[in-house]
T-cell receptor, first 110, second 113 residues
């Protein structure tokens, strides 16, 4: 079964502290993994995808196929990073189907 | 470029009624996906349309249906509404070849009484 698990509903850190949002997945083939973010009163938007291997707003995520994980990391959290973060999986690049985790609220305290 | 738009933004219906939600994708985007978001189940995929054809379908009963028009605008319909259908319905569009880089609309908040 295809599944995405984000074990933490809420992650609270102080400004400047490192952040790691956990994401584990279950998929039998080669998935595409994504992180989407929703800031307060804004739409859900793509943050990054594992294929790109890029850093966006200081965030990075590495796909670990052995551990079936795709954790999102940032070395120094900023208050503007406070948002809801969703990890998502797609089993194919040719369809618009994303399987989302339950989301983690990141709260960065001053 | 204008973003994905959804109408109406809010709807209140009673059990047994039916409802139609509309989604206008970003210009040039031909794929439209629909999701249901609830506090208990999170974001769940309903279906996806490309070039007026349903390409993929989630695990929802037949009461949930959709369609796409030649201008890529999409509608979803829920018949015989149940209390559990109360949710935020999101649509997302994507450009050909980047189907998982989805751009989301603001959602339609459906309340079933």
């Amino acid at each position: 079964a295809q599944r995405v698990t984000q074990p933490e509903k809420l992650l609270s850190v102080f400004k400047g502290a490192p952040v790691e949002l956990k994401c584990n997945y279950s998929y039998s083939g080669s998935p595409e993994l994504f992180w989407y973010v929703q800031y307060s009163r804004q739409r859900l938007q793509l943050l990054l995808r594992h294929i790109s291997r890029e850093s966006i707003k200081g965030f990075t995520a590495d796909l670990n196929k052995g551990e079936t994980s795709f954790h999102l990391k940032k070395p120094f959290a900023q208050e503007e990073d406070s948002a809801m973060y969703y990890c998502a999986l797609s089993g194919s690049s040719n369809t618009g189907k994303l399987i989302f985790g339950q989301g983690t609220t990141l709260q960065v305290k001053p | 470029k204008a973003g994905v738009t959804q109408t109406p933004r809010y709807l209140i219906k009673t059990r047994g009624q039916q409802v139609t939600l509309s989604c206008s994708p970003i210009s040039g985007h031909r794929s439209v996906s629909w999701y249901q978001q609830t506090p208990g189940q999170g974001l769940q995929f309903l279906f996806e349309y490309f070039s007026e054809t349903q390409r993929n379908k989630g695990n929802f009963p037949g009461r949930f249906s959709g369609r796409q028009f030649s201008n890529s605008r999409s509608e979803m319909n829920v018949s015989t509404l149940e209390l559990g259908d109360s949710a935020l319905y999101l649509c997302a569009s994507s450009f050909p070849g980047t189907y998982n880089e989805q751009f989301f609309g603001p959602g339609t908040r459906l309340t079933v009484l």
